[in-house]
């Protein structure tokens, strides 16, 4: 029993140590449970970089993709607004708290917009929590978001991660602002050449909202510190394709009544902004520069109708 006790630290520790080599040097196609992302297309370490030295803006915008492509700092800045974009890819309620629990009292903001896509309140989160454990730096927080989510691949990509933050891997890094055709604009935003969406071939069936209780409960989180922090606050859905909106169609109504239920401050820009998914729409979800500007416009005209 003693030699059983004295060899799982062996064993720990060199499962750590393999870790780091295979992750280091395997080549990706090998390495199924374990993805580590650094400074990757979605632009989230030069986000986090820049956030660090962000202090007390007007608005905080906050979600998933339609987030970071779809609230551009230069157009707030136009109308006097200082923001910052704290979107990340798939990023889910889980992530969302986090990065407030991290971010909030640095940022300050007079507003929060939280951008509330159904779609993320049926994700696991591994996608984001990868993504947030290899730009950001892993803490209690980062250990506690594995635990909730549970998943192989966050376990290992946190441990494989802590190692490099333990030798500082990522001093230096100097991430280019344009990856593919995608471009970093300094607020958190990322935009893209100016694409339109043909969506003559895209047909998706209609599926049910089915909101992960783990979501539920952080989304519940976040607006509990939010209120305690009284800051103002904007429960926002984006502009969507067809395709798109029309996937939870039997639960419109559902979905209305519980985001209109947390907040008087809930606008569905899809219930009255009219789009051209030809003109407006890079793919089925995301917003080209067209649509973000007219977007854009219409949110900063509902800004002084907000409540307190």
Not at 190 to 213: A, C, D, H, M
Request: charged share 20%.
């Amino acid at each position: 029993m003693v030699k059983i006790l004295l060899f799982i630290p062996f064993l720990s520790l060199s499962y750590i140590l393999l870790l780091a080599i295979w992750g280091s040097f395997a080549p990706s196609l090998l390495i199924t449970n374990l993805n580590y992302s650094i400074a990757g297309y979605a632009h989230m370490y030069s986000r986090m970089e820049e956030v660090k030295q962000t202090k007390n803006v007007d608005i905080l915008f906050l979600g998933a993709s339609f987030a970071y492509r779809g609230f551009d700092p230069r157009i707030f800045k136009a109308y006097g607004y200082k923001t910052f974009n704290l979107g990340s890819s798939n990023q889910t309620p889980v992530q969302t708290k986090i990065l407030l629990e991290r971010y909030l009292n640095g940022l300050n903001p007079k507003l929060i917009v939280y951008e509330v896509s159904p779609r993320t309140f049926t994700y696991d989160g591994v996608e984001s929590a990868l993504d947030l454990i290899a730009n950001d730096k892993i803490d209690g927080t980062t250990l506690k978001m594995a635990l909730t989510i549970n998943n192989i691949r966050i376990y290992n990509t946190l441990l494989f991660g802590y190692c490099r933050q333990l030798l500082n891997k990522t001093e230096n890094l100097k991430p280019s602002m344009v990856r593919g055709l995608d471009r970093y604009i300094s607020g958190g935003y990322v935009t893209r050449i100016l694409l339109t969406y043909n969506s003559g071939f895209e047909k998706y069936p209609e599926s049910r909202w089915v909101p992960l209780q783990v979501q539920i409960d952080s989304f519940e989180g976040i607006l509990n510190m939010i209120r305690k922090k009284r800051i103002k606050f904007c429960l926002v859905q984006s502009p969507v394709t067809r395709v798109e909106h029309n996937l939870y169609r039997a639960d419109h109504a559902r979905i209305e009544a519980y985001f209109s239920g947390k907040t008087t401050n809930y606008l569905n820009f899809n219930t009255f902004l009219e789009l051209d998914d030809s003109l407006h729409f890079l793919d089925n979800h995301h917003l080209n520069q067209n649509g973000v500007e007219i977007f854009n416009r219409e949110l900063i005209r509902q800004i002084p109708n907000l409540q307190p």
